[in-house]
């Protein structure tokens, strides 16, 4: 029988991974007394969250759908930014959910938002609770349901003959692909938060996967949705390709559960690589391994893995303590001879391929760089959760920009998150973590000591000034986070009000009474009464 997990309700995963008290005191012995000045105290984990009473009543006829419980309430109040960490260790839940409903079907979701509107409740759409800019949290003061689509969650036809998978909104990561693996098919679509994250969540945030080319964002793998919104459903063509008008999928992707709530979709499957070929490469200086990804990227070659770590990113998450940038490349299908013609495009930029015998250049297993970096990659969540008690920001800043823009992109974020910093002392670390023909998605780590108790006035000045360095020096306010509530003031600088206005007006046709996630995405007037 599979053992039951429980979920941390304050912070990343699973509750019996999260760092203990001692193993927190020695990553700040061992890793962070070097570089910060901490003192070493470690902040208590909140056990039973008190809130206010709920000022809704479930609806009768499916109230066993509903739960009105603390630590169900409390566990759907934040997603997993440092935001919304830092405020839960302290106990702060500023507008926790009066209830959270767990429809089973796709009649529930409808019923759900009948009585919400009826009763003039908002309601948030909530896949994994993943999201990292505010997406799953209201802020407004009325009532307000957690529409958890967890349930939600059957696997439906995979078909071979068009390599396509018909799966609900709230199946994560692993169900997905462990019901595709028999079939010798895969979604190949691999967020950080995998293990948690919903095809729902995916679909209405825009996710992007962790291969750095090619189709990568979750878009590319859409064939058709189904959409309940308050009017009624939303349903598009199971088509390959369509050039009918402008595309009802493309309205609902990046909706971030204003317009309606995705329930099911038809999502584009493919063969389970048989051959992968990958290795590290050392750079001397970070910008000769920029123009390198550059070039293998302008020369036709779609690496599977293309993440390009500075050299203190290269040391914290991959061991590397030679003072050197790292590329970690790696190519799936013919990948041998990709690889070679990669790396000869690398060496032409100054950089160094692994040693073979480590299981470098070319080697089909993973090097030692690969190794430590995959598995600080997978345990960073939990990592971060454990900086965070220690008294620690840590915020992460992602963007796009064109490769002519990006020096100076990269210079500005790492000067403004600098200035923003207490006492200016701080650690900001760079990886691109996808690159395009026209330019990189750079992926910026900012760590810095808070005073306990100012963490989140802290972490809401450096946010404004990356924020502003990143949309000022030409980039994208996200890549692939999302927008949020965290985001929005930003987006709003860089949206052509026309079309934010194109937007509100799809808002009132299909939501008129403005019930979902009101202050996400767009800021829209309050829920309206019955
Ligand atoms: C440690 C960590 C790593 C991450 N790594 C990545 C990464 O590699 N790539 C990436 O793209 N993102 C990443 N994220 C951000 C986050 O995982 C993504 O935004 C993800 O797509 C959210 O999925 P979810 O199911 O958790 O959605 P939630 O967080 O529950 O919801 C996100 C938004 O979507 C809406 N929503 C959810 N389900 C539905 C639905 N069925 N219908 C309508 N609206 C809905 C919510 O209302 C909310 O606005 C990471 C986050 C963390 C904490």
Redesign the pocket.
């Known amino acids: 029988m599979a053992r039951w997990r429980e979920r941390s309700w304050w912070g990343?995963g699973w509750a019996d991974e999260a760092l203990d008290d001692d193993a927190c005191r020695r990553l700040a012995e061992t890793s962070l007394r070097p570089w910060l000045p901490i003192d070493g105290s470690v902040l208590p984990v909140p056990y039973d969250p008190v809130l206010p009473p709920p000022r809704l009543i479930p609806p009768s006829i499916m109230q066993e759908a509903f739960a009105a419980d603390s630590t169900a309430r409390a566990s759907h109040a934040y997603?997993?930014a440092f935001r919304d960490v830092v405020r839960a260790l302290h106990g702060r839940l500023d507008h926790p959910p009066d209830l959270v409903c767990y429809p089973r079907t796709v009649p529930d979701v409808v019923a759900a938002l009948d009585w919400a509107e009826a009763v003039g409740a908002a309601v948030?759409?909530?896949?994994?609770?993943?999201?990292?800019v505010g997406?799953?949290e209201f802020r407004g003061d009325g009532p307000w349901v957690s529409l958890d689509?967890s349930r939600l969650n059957r696997v439906g036809e995979v078909d071979e003959v068009n390599h396509a998978v018909r799966v609900q909104?709230g199946v994560a990561g692993p169900a997905l692909e462990a019901a595709l693996r028999p079939h010798g098919l895969t979604l190949r679509h691999y967020?950080?938060?995998f293990e948690?994250?919903?095809v729902?969540?995916?679909?209405?945030?825009r996710?992007?996967?962790?291969y750095a080319t090619g189709p990568t964002r979750i878009d590319d793998a859409v064939e058709a949705l189904r959409v309940i919104t308050p009017q009624g459903p939303v349903e598009s063509l199971r088509v390959p390709g369509s050039g009918a008008g402008p595309s009802t999928d493309r309205l609902f992707l990046g909706?971030?559960?204003t317009l309606?709530?995705?329930?099911d979709a038809w999502l584009r499957v493919t063969r389970r690589p048989t051959e992968k070929a990958s290795t590290s490469v050392r750079f001397p200086v970070y910008g000769q391994g920029v123009a390198a990804v550059r070039a293998i990227l302008q020369e036709g070659l779609r690496p599977s893995n293309c993440r390009l770590l500075d050299p203190v990113e290269a040391m914290l998450n991959a061991g590397a303590t030679d003072g050197q940038a790292r590329l970690l490349l790696g190519f799936e299908g013919p990948s041998a001879v990709l690889l070679r013609d990669a790396l000869t495009i690398c060496a032409e930029h100054g950089g160094a391929a692994a040693d073979p015998t480590d299981g470098g250049a070319g080697a089909t297993a993973p090097d030692g760089d690969q190794r430590t970096w995959r598995s600080s990659f997978l345990r960073?969540?939990y990592t971060r959760d454990a900086l965070i008690r220690l008294g620690l920001i840590v915020e992460t800043v992602e963007t796009a920009c064109t490769w002519s823009r990006f020096e100076a992109l990269h210079a500005a974020v790492t000067a403004a998150a600098q200035a923003a910093a207490p006492a200016r002392v701080a650690v900001v670390t760079c990886r691109i973590t996808h690159a395009y023909p026209d330019g990189p998605a750079p992926y910026f780590t900012i760590i810095t000591p808070a005073r306990r108790g100012a963490e989140v006035a802290v972490w809401d000045e450096i946010k404004a000034a990356v924020s502003a360095a990143v949309i000022d020096a030409g980039g994208t306010i996200t890549h692939?986070?999302?927008v949020?509530r965290d985001h929005l003031p930003w987006l709003d600088r860089q949206r052509d009000p026309l079309f934010t206005d194109v937007l509100r007006a799809a808002k009132r046709t299909l939501d008129p009474r403005g019930i979902l996630?009101p202050g996400?995405l767009f800021e829209q007037p309050p829920t309206a009464r019955p």
């Open positions: 990343w997603g997993k948030v759409p909530y896949g994994g609770g993943t999201s990292v997406g799953v689509l909104a967020p950080q938060s948690f994250s919903t729902g969540g995916w679909l209405a945030t996710a992007a996967g962790h909706s971030e559960g309606g709530v995705i329930v960073a969540p692939h986070h999302a949020g996630n996400a």
